[in-house]
């Protein structure tokens, strides 16, 4: 089989945070899905990020606007349907094949996450998920030294599930209302040897938490977030973390509006294409 192997580039660089929304025009002729931008609450900045470029086009974005390049990962192009890994901050990555789950752990001593591609129920590549993952990974540096545990509503292909597993939760419990990814969240979990994660079939809309969770992650449609609110937000520990995501742009003042209203502070948003994912906090002094 053919491989060919190349360099890709990520650009980035600081800008106001009334003018972060503008870059997505200014950077159009990249594509909707290598801009994105983060901002952090309350900030009047913003970070503008261009990823997946070649040389030649990182020179061109900082010739004209400033900003720095960072070498990214080498991506690796082949005849066969297979992707390109997917790394997330440097602590694992996301594969397509049992094949290079094994050599990546024997090369790099990181754990990889094996998701078949084409899989339906999410394989890391799409920008909700994208993100969600690197918010998580974010979280679970400060939480290394002490005892987690994730909740993963919506966990679709067990994605977000098995990462917060290899980052370091002690119990992960996951929840879906499709029987059918249900089934292949199981699978994938197994077909990884991975434990201490329970998956169960469960409506969110009809869903009454009896505990809570250090983190939780809800990767689901806008409406469903909205109208789940307050239900999710009980389901968030005092001092714990929430990560949204599933949410349109245009959706995303709503959806935001609706976890405030439960005393969830947002400290974080990304913005990648048309969707948005968000970081959002319980106060430690909060009632449940």
Known sequence: MQQLAEHRFTWSRRTTATAAESWFETLSHLGPMRVMVTQNAGSTSAQIQAHGLTQSEAGALAAEYGGKISEATWLTKTNSPQRAPIRVRGRFSVVSTEAERTASLESSGKPALWIPAGLAFGTGEHATTAMCLRHLADIA??????????????????????????????????TDFDALALRTAKENVSNNNLNHIKLVRSDVLKWNPERTWEVVAANLFSGVLIEAAPVIARAVAKGGHLLLSGVLREQEAEVLAAFSAQKLTVERVVRKGKWISAHARKSATAKR
């Open 141 to 174: 540096r400060p939480l290394a030294r002490e005892s987690w545990e994730f909740l993963d509503l919506g966990t679709g292909s067990a994605i977000l599930a098995m990462a917060a597993r290899v980052l370091g939760a002690r119990k992960v419990l996951g």
